[in-house]
């Protein structure tokens, strides 16, 4: 067992589940067979670790493989309702949870973020006492208490080290990246094969690549969780300052944004380029700031020759022109004003998660593409006071006795953040749990080991 333990402990396990989920992610179309047996792989070997070991660290990589490759395509309301693979994930978790309990007793520990998710789950619920009843309102409205109990339960389970839990984020902010390349590629060499190379990218740009939805998000989302582990790439550029090669991972990841069209995700990219070059300039020796500039320059000789691309991006950016803001924001500020009528009607508790259905699709939920707005409309006051402390608590805990990987984590998280000012971030179920992760990694004493 200890052999396997120190498997477990490596980079290569961390490194194979990456790499199987990539092939989990693209197995798809006739392929979905594959799809469905990696997911099962997955679901078992999680069950087994937690039956079998007192760490839970090991589980980790395979939650973000989890998260990172569902893939049911246009999720609405039915979608929860029915009997799939939401359930077998589910089914597995808790099995091993239980087995996991009764094997190694652990003792519930208070982590820096346990109130705050308290707060939420109190704020998901009390709708629930004065809204139609429906079976989705409750199990949406519970989520806010699974968040709770996932991270009660990590925090209360989880040791490792920095170098781990740094491997991790790395690895999967390159499964982030090879799934948007993919995605792009896909595009690109399979439609329009008649136009030349300029119309192809153009109107691959602005199709979003004739499919925004990757299964799990859609094509936006997936911009927000590459910012958010994006930092993980810089990591390694400060870490060994001679290896240039480093520098290869963060260039691909904004030339793949770059190309994503996602105008949400050109912000948040500036902003990550901007601050994390600051941090490598801060942290780096005379070797670093060589290579730094080496890279500046192969970069600017390399936008030269895709400048149409830059083009092609600055043009779908300001999609028009800013004399309509409702057009130019994609009926932002409509879904807004929906959310201020229905904060109106429950200013103190808000209307719960079904207040209001998706105005183009009836079979979803309306999600406002704005934490603020969105947390008015669902959780009204209440949850607008518990947003506060969760980052008052979080980002004070990032800011205090600061090592490096805390910073870069800070960066990704605060601008992912900034995102949620104007798309769907902060309460949405794959980022929330990717952000429950990333805290366990960082707590449990992970990040003493980095020095300051």
């Excluded at 043009?315 to 004399?323: K, L, M, N, R, T």
């Amino acid at each position: 067992m200890k052999t396997v333990e120190r498997f477990l402990n490596s980079k290569l396990y961390i490194s194979m589940i990456v790499i199987l989920a990539g092939i989990t992610f693209v197995a798809r179309g006739p392929y979905q067979d594959l799809n469905t047996y990696l997911t099962m792989f997955f679901l078992v070997t999680f069950s087994l670790l937690l039956i079998l070991f007192k760490n839970t660290l090991y589980t980790l990589p395979i939650a973000f493989a989890l998260i990172y490759t569902y893939n049911t395509k246009n999720p609405s309301l039915e979608t929860i309702s029915e009997f799939n693979i939401i359930y077998m994930i589910v089914i597995f978790v808790l099995g091993g949870l239980i087995i996991h309990f009764i094997r190694f007793r652990p003792k519930p520990k208070k982590g820096i973020l346990s109130y705050a998710y308290i707060w939420f789950a109190v704020a998901y619920l009390i709708p629930l006492l004065y809204r139609p009843f429906t079976w989705t309102l409750f199990q949406l409205s519970i989520i806010g208490l699974i968040y709770f109990l996932i991270y009660l339960f990590y925090i209360s389970t989880t040791s490792g080290n920095k170098h781990y839990a740094l491997w991790v984020l790395f690895g999967f902010s390159l499964l982030l990246v090879f799934e948007m390349g993919y995605h792009i590629g896909l595009g690109f060499f399979t439609e329009n094969l008649e136009l030349t190379l300029r119309e192809r990218v153009s109107l691959g740009m602005r199709s979003s690549w004739y499919n925004g939805d990757f299964g799990w998000a859609n094509i936006n989302d997936v911009a927000i969780h590459i910012t958010l582990l994006f930092g993980a790439q810089f990591y390694y550029i400060i870490k060994y300052k001679k290896q240039i090669w480093f520098w290869i991972f963060p260039i691909l990841t904004g030339f793949i944004i770059l190309l994503s069209a996602s105008r949400g995700g050109y912000i948040s990219m500036a902003l990550s380029i901007l601050i994390y070059t600051i941090l490598v300039l801060r942290h780096v020796d005379k070797w670093g700031f060589v290579n730094f500039i080496i890279m500046v320059i192969t970069v600017s000789v390399a936008s030269y020759f895709i400048l149409p691309v830059f083009e092609e991006a600055f043009e779908i950016a300001i999609q028009g022109g800013f004399d309509d803001l409702d057009q130019f924001s994609s009926s932002r500020i409509t879904l807004y004003k929906h959310a201020l009528e229905i904060f109106k009607d429950y200013p103190l508790f808000g209307g719960g998660w079904e207040a209001m259905t998706d105005i183009g699709n009836p079979d979803r939920i309306q999600v406002f593409h704005s934490t603020i707005f969105h947390t008015l409309a669902v959780m009204g006051s209440f949850g607008l006071i518990a947003l506060g402390y969760y980052f008052f608590i979080s980002f004070k805990y990032l800011l205090s006795n600061r090592t490096l990987i805390k910073t870069l984590m800070f960066v990704g998280i605060l601008i992912s953040q900034i995102h949620g000012l104007y798309d769907n971030t902060m309460f949405m179920l794959i980022y929330t749990l990717a952000t429950i992760f990333i805290f366990v990694l960082l707590e449990n004493e992970i990040e003493k080991a980095d020095g300051n």
